[in-house]
């Protein structure tokens, strides 16, 4: 097998290429550079002192035994925080409230002042020499707290009568968003032969990346600058929030550097208070500040996300043409509102249109305040909760009408012929083979002998099932104009190439990815290339990395700077060759003139670029180029998921026996790559549907603080997975790559929760609820459950 250095530096390796991930070689040998791995001289420690109560409010807060404490250099409360002119944590999406005027924004502060209204709100933080001490000043401060009612149930936070979290959001809710035909839907349900009606849960769950949230703050007194170091998916935005609406200074007075990040899903996007904290600390007590999370401060600090409650309903005629959906969602926001809370349950509704022809859709969607943490993007940002509702309500329906699962789809898939295709909600889909897809998944899993397999399972005592998702997202939006990306490639005097990204990589492999795309555009091998992101001093501009964007963003920004440094050097080149311009072809990293043999390499041109010896007078020196690129329109990514189960009737116990995906991400970068997110997206899907499970009681204590309550699919629960690709390339941008970040988790959720659901569809169970953990599972099995599965914080 060829090694990775080898293959980087044995010629330019382009798109289509399965080329071994280039970042891979320094991480494993442990010289990774994490946020828990800098150290600066004289580096301060801050230890957060977090309440124990949902809601309460604060009497007290009396500081003097632990300032008293040696080796503690001080401790803030938030009204330390307010009087000095730190500001709130931004929002960056609104909606309307229900009485149509702009939606309430709690202050999110970085320390609570006067009332607390989540287990693990920050109360008070201490710096210290060491991380010891600061903890230890933690238990020497007295908090005095005035308990209060608390809800954390989405379901019954705008009930009547239930604690009101904010006056001036009545009955909690904070926004009411709609879309779709309302009346035309109506018109359509009034008609129909047959309604499917469903109610169900998407459980609350944590990112629970593999590196927690870490924070560094440094304050260079002498020219009024901060330096943040910590992992952010967009740090130039960043930067702009801290410096115009939380620090309240010029924008160049900042700078981010984002190190090595071990995952983020989308949770590690955007300002967190501990970030806030390290900043304003470096600064009053003049040295480096560095908190790092313990992981059990991270359940009680971190955003959750998901969390909400939804019925769908679906009309159909009695052949089984799907004429209208309807959907009501309550989703629950937190007690604050995350920079992209509101965002995560409304810009993606769109996907409740699925890969079908329904043509009308209306969606109502209610956010909630409640005394939990604040609910976030996570990995599919709302995609697979839309995708859940529509491939779950299918099965219901198909059960319900007497036809086969597949039938029913198929009866409503939208086909090659009819693309483009405007859906009955928001988007029109540029391209997709979504039978094609489910034609080649069926056969990879042998979806025909099914049945076999599930009499041999009962003769052992188990229950087999098997569940398919036909899905497609939206991704490299938004919708409306997709945000645009910058990239630069900057050629030094040896010839080597520095690829510069406003794009950061959470683990993705942007680095390997990145040197294809320069490698297909300019012949350059991989080993001449180097990549760098993250650092707002060094990178012009950037809108970072989410949404599943990156591939297509910087790929297209990447394009457009190599096309001026083409441009750039057959100018060079024809000087070199004594040719005309005009004269002077480029491919595969070659300059040669047209109809001969002379040539120069881009290298060589690289090289001479520099020499002012070499070149006439009016030439400028160097070589390099940039480019800002906003792409024309969304991408949508599809495929078909296939999970197979198998449940033991005795204990609950529940194997997943086989995973198979066909997905169509277009023009695909690196395919190992693709099946690298493919594999890492599928297990999050996995791990929420059999599992995962953020969970309060009744007293609106967070009870699942640690991995010994809170699940997480583990190796050896997973299956063999089976990915092909079906690439059907985008007609909105010229590289025809749609995205493959988040294809995973959005097939994966509801195609494992219809297999479960058809394993146990024998024993009478309409509807299972997830998450789909031994326990709740053998309840299910032995009768004791309610009507629609089992209540959404696990107990009988």
Known sequence: MTSTRQAAES????????????????????????????NFARQACLAVLRSPYPHARIGHIDCTAALELPGVLAVYTGQDVLSDGIGFLPVRVRRKAPNGEPNFVPPFAVLATDTVRHVGEGVAAVIAETLDIAKDALELIDVGYEPLPSVTDTGGAAAPGSPQIWPEAPNN????????????????????????????????????PLEPRNAIGLYDAAFDRYTLYSADQSPHVLRNELAEQILKVPEANIRIVTPDCGGSFGMKYGAFPEQVLVLWAARKLGRPVRWVSDRSEAFMSDHHARDNVSRVE????????FLALRVSTTANLGAYLDVHG???????VGGLAGTYTTPNIYVRVQGVFSNTNPTSAYRGAGRPEASYAIERVIDVAAAEMGIDRLELRRRNLITPDMMPFKTGLLYTYDSGEFGRNIDRALELSDWDHFETRRREALSRGKLRGIGLASVIEIAGGPLARPSEEFAEIRFDQSGYAHVLTGSTSQGQGHVTAFAQLVGEFLGLPAARVRVSFGDTDQVAFGRGSFGSRTAAAVGASLKAASDKLVSRGREIAAHLLEADVADIEFEEGLFRVVRSNRQVS???????????????????????????????????????HICEVEIDSATGRLDIVGYWVVDDVGRIVNPLLVKGQMHGGIVQGLGQAIGES?????????????????????????????????????????????????????????????????????????????????DRLWAAINGDRRPEGLDRDGSL
């Open 11 to 38: 010629g330019p390796v382009g798109i289509g290429a399965a080329l071994p991930r280039l970042e891979d070689s320094r991480l494993v040998q442990g010289r990774g550079s994490y946020g828990a791995d800098l």
């Open 173 to 208: 809710i904070c926004f009411v968003y709609e879309a779709g035909d309302r009346e035309a839907v109506e018109a359509s349900f009034a008609a129909a032969d047959h309604v499917t009606t469903l109610a169900f849960t998407v459980s609350r769950v944590g990112a629970t």
């Open 314 to 321: 679906l009309a159909l005629d009695r052949n089984g043409r």
């Open 342 to 348: 509101i965002h995560t349950p409304t810009n993606n």
């Open 602 to 640: 881009i290298v060589e041109v690289a090289q001479t670029a520099f020499r002012s010896d070499l070149l006439p007078a009016d030439f400028e020196l160097g070589f390099s180029a940039s480019a800002t690129v906003t792409l024309a329109a969304p991408t949508f990514p599809n495929g078909c």
């Open 694 to 774: 953020i969970r309060y009681d009744s007293q609106g204590q967070l009870v699942t603080a640690s991995f010994q309550d809170y699940y997480m699919p583990r190796a050896e629960h997973m299956p063999r997975m089976v990915v092909e690709g079906n690439q059907v390339p985008a007609t909105t941008n010229a590289l025809g790559i749609k995205g493959a970040g988040e294809a995973g988790t959005v097939g994966a959720l509801p195609a494992a929760m219809n297999a479960i659901n058809h394993a146990l569809a024998p024993l009478g169970i309409r509807h299972f609820e997830m998450p789909a953990s031994p």
